[in-house]
């Protein structure tokens, strides 16, 4: 399964949301690394929680965010929030308890949505939170 490679592309122009972006890029390689090691057994579990972990640490920091500055698309960009974080719980929840995730499809979900959310979701929050910071 390709990486994601960072780049200028997915940059929203706040340097902690891009920081945070990084982090949860870098874990999903890492699963994607895990998913494609043939040889040393990595645990996915483990990894699958860190990145549940930290994806709703950066959820909720990009919520205060959006709370103080009164978003206007704060319902709708939360509801997506809570749909991954959703959707993560079950599939954590389905290898728990022995159930076959398959890792192509994990893989890929984990790297299409992140990347659309990205680029179609955060970077409305990043152009608002910039145009307030130079108002």
Do not use: C
């Not at 780049?7 to 949301?17: A, Q, R």
């Amino acid at each position: 399964m390709p990486r994601i490679n960072w780049s200028s592309m997915l940059s929203v122009g706040v340097p902690e949301i891009d920081r945070q972006h990084q982090i949860l890029i870098g874990l999903i390689n890492q699963l994607s690394d895990a998913a494609d090691d043939s040889g040393v057994r990595v645990d996915i579990p483990a990894i699958l929680d860190e990145l549940v972990r930290y994806t709703e640490y950066h959820f909720s920091f990009e919520e205060k965010l959006m709370q103080d500055t009164n978003y206007r698309d704060y319902a709708e960009h939360q509801r997506e929030h809570h749909t991954f974080i959703n959707k993560m719980k079950e599939l954590v929840g389905r290898l728990e308890h022995g159930e076959p995730v398959p890792g192509p499809e994990l893989l890929r979900f984990l790297r299409d949505w992140l990347v659309s959310h990205i680029l179609h979701v955060d970077r409305k929050l990043g152009d608002v939170l910039n145009s307030s910071a130079g108002a």
